[in-house]
């Protein structure tokens, strides 16, 4: 039974209990004067006051079974409540439920097409492929993404971006006075709902840090303003953008670095295959010459055919750098003795000093290729013989260890400062004080060096302080026994 007629019920029931008893009284006093002029007083109050209570218990009897089921109703209703409110608190549960639903699914749709956003592309595509996840977040494919400033135009143009291009490829359209406009209407807050003369539309504020600036926007038109969830959403979505352009665009830059980079390694290394080239041809010929005329003058062509070995063996360590550069060094694997080849070594280069070859424990045989070891040795002992004093001695030790051979390669030179000894393997580079011990000096023997080693499978390090001369170490694998 419904609220309002129980109340009328009540009210009625109400009126029946007073009206009676009320008729009663006034008709007693009425009749005092005529009909109960002889009567006792006190005898007809008592008569009204009993017919009160009489009609009072049987009003009471028969209106208590009447409204037994409204009471019952109303103690249900107490106890469980009514069943319209709760229908009602239930649809607006449900309606909440759906509402989380849609805004979970957004943020997890937002998360996956952030890990899965290629920034390895071209920044165009990015843009694009950006302007496509927002579009499946938000399920609204009137999206746009508006590129009005950009610090790399040649990688980012400006423009406006959508997602109804095809093959791919972003078709860049110019931007226009709605842009202009959605880019600098209530600019106070970077994501909002924005009016004007071109109607409604929601903006998100995209600001990369080198200096492209950008706008997300979508017609907003009879739709609601958004929540503050929303807002908050559209602020994810923002963020998203500014990150993947920003990184879009570091990894161009960065790929533009890189190419020019291995451009230039390449006109470098032309060029050291040019030099070895134009120098190889006459130092043969000078080579040849000084065999020929031998006999006749043995000092003056002795010392040149020495020059002009010292000449081809550094053009070959330009050859060796040049190769190292293009990864086209591949050593033979031969077993061979090391000792002889220091002694051979040594004895071609015919420096006037104090040489010693020490050789511990047993013997072991090299495993390695012989031509490029010599290279090294070569580089290592005329390095001691350049950058130490004249008639200082010069000790080669050699000595098995753990499967490999150590050849240590000691002089009484001027030794290495920390950072001329930390960069004595890069290409070229020499310090002032071995510029002045050596102006000749090319810079790559050492890097030659020890790109050799390292493709035999060995290694090479230095061990020097300024004024205590030098220690080169190589290491060689050997046989175990």
């Given at each position: ?116 956003m290629a920034i390895d592309q071209a920044p165009r595509g990015v843009v694009l492929a950006l302007v496509e996840s927002v579009a ?200 061979f003795a090391v000792p002889p080849l220091i002694e051979r070594t040594w004895r071609a280069l015919r420096a006037d000093r104090p ?127």
């Amino acid at each position: 039974m419904s609220g309002s007629g129980l109340w009328l019920r009540a009210f009625l029931g109400l009126l029946l209990a007073v009206l009676p008893p009320l008729l009663l009284l006034v008709g007693a006093l009425l009749l005092t004067d005529t009909v109960l002029a002889e009567a006792d007083p006190d005898l007809v109050a008592l008569f009204v006051m009993v017919g009160s209570i009489v009609w009072a218990a049987v009003l009471a009897v028969v209106y208590a079974r009447s409204i037994h089921e409204d009471v019952r109703s109303l103690v249900s209703l107490a106890e469980r409540g009514d069943p319209d409110a709760g229908a009602a608190r239930d649809d607006a549960y449900r309606s909440l439920a759906s509402s989380l639903d849609e805004r979970n699914r957004q943020v997890g749709t937002l998360a996956r097409v952030s890990r899965e956003m290629a920034i390895d592309q071209a920044p165009r595509g990015v843009v694009l492929a950006l302007v496509e996840s927002v579009a499946t977040v938000m399920r609204d494919p009137t999206w746009r993404c508006a590129v009005l400033t950009s610090s790399l135009p040649e990688l980012l143009p400006a423009g406006v971006y959508s997602s109804s291009e095809t093959d791919g490829e972003a078709v860049v359209t110019p931007i226009g006075d709605l842009e202009r406009w959605a880019a600098v209407a209530s600019h106070d807050v970077d994501a909002r709902r924005v009016e004007g003369p071109w109607g409604a539309f929601a903006v998100v504020d995209v600001l990369v840090e080198n200096g492209a600036q950008a706008i997300l926007y979508a017609p907003w038109e009879g739709r609601a303003a958004p929540s503050r969830s929303e807002l908050d959403l559209l602020l994810l979505i923002g963020q998203h953008a500014e990150a993947a352009i920003e990184h879009s665009l570091l990894y161009a830059r960065l790929q533009a670095q890189t190419d020019e980079l291995n451009r230039l390694a390449a006109v470098q290394a032309d060029f050291l295959r040019g030099v070895t080239h134009d120098l190889q041809t006459p130092l043969t010929s000078i080579g040849a010459l000084a065999v020929e005329l031998e006999a006749n003058a043995r000092t003056d062509l002795d010392s040149i055919a020495h020059q002009a070995e010292r000449l081809r063996r550094m053009v070959s360590q330009l050859l060796v750098a040049s190769r190292l550069e293009a990864g086209a060094v591949h050593p033979v694997q031969e077993v061979f003795a090391v000792p002889p080849l220091i002694e051979r070594t040594w004895r071609a280069l015919r420096a006037d000093r104090p040489f010693e070859l020490v050789v511990d424990g047993p013997s072991h045989l090299a495993i390695g290729d012989p031509d490029r070891l010599e290279q090294v040795l070569w580089a290592v002992l005329d390095n001691a013989v350049k950058y130490s004093p004249p008639g200082a001695a010069v000790n080669v030790g050699v000595s098995p260890e753990a499967g490999t051979l150590q050849i240590s390669v000691a002089d009484e030179g001027s030794g290495m400062e920390p950072t001329t000894r930390e960069r004595a393997f890069e290409q070229f580079y020499r310090s002032e004080m071995a510029r002045r011990l050596a102006p000749d000096g090319s810079g790559i023997g050492l890097y030659a060096a020890r790109g050799l080693m390292r493709a035999m499978g060995g290694e090479v390090t230095i061990e020097s302080q300024l004024g205590h001369g030098t220690v080169v170490k190589l290491t060689v694998p050997a046989e175990p026994t």
